[in-house]
């Protein structure tokens, strides 16, 4: 009797530790899960990112059919292209220093307007902002 007490003393003292390591695995997997969940947001915002790019190629670099826009500031003599990247860095500053949208709406505007803004990237003349008149308005 005595000794199948010890047993049974034993055998709930490994319980216990399978008990200990069963829940250290379930932290484990708590956290692989919020470290799979925080991959999975930063891939969210790589595809919002490509998608706005790929949207904006499509409108301003290969859809041929359509006149490429363009934004022109004339001031006295000159006329001076403003380039889209240009105007859409201006509202994502004006994202950056407002800050009224939640957090959640502020990242994906954000990373809209970098997709927007990379595009203006694929032009030759990306930094080139005064041209003559007549180039510009042609």
């Known amino acids: 009797m005595y000794k199948v007490k010890i047993y049974l003393f034993k055998v709930k003292i490994y319980l216990y530790k399978v008990k200990i390591y069963l829940f250290k695995v379930k932290i484990y997997l708590y956290k692989v899960k919020i470290y799979l969940f925080k ?13 706005s790019f790929l949207v904006t190629v499509w409108i301003n670099y290969l859809n041929n059919s359509v006149k490429i826009q363009k934004l022109v500031l004339r001031w ?16 994502l500053l004006s994202f950056v220093l407002g800050r009224y949208l939640s957090l959640a709406h502020f990242n994906i505007g954000v ?28």
Not at 76 to 91: M, P, Q, R, V
Not at 113 to 123: S, Y
């Open 39 to 51: 991959v999975m947001k930063d891939i969210h915002y790589f595809l919002i990112f490509l998608v």
């Open 76 to 91: 006295e003599e000159k006329c001076f292209h403003i380039h889209h990247w240009l105007t859409f860095s201006g509202i």
């Open 111 to 138: 990373v809209i307007l970098l997709g927007i803004i990379a595009e203006d990237f694929l032009f030759k003349d990306v930094f080139s902002f005064c041209k003559p008149c007549e180039e510009l308005l042609s």
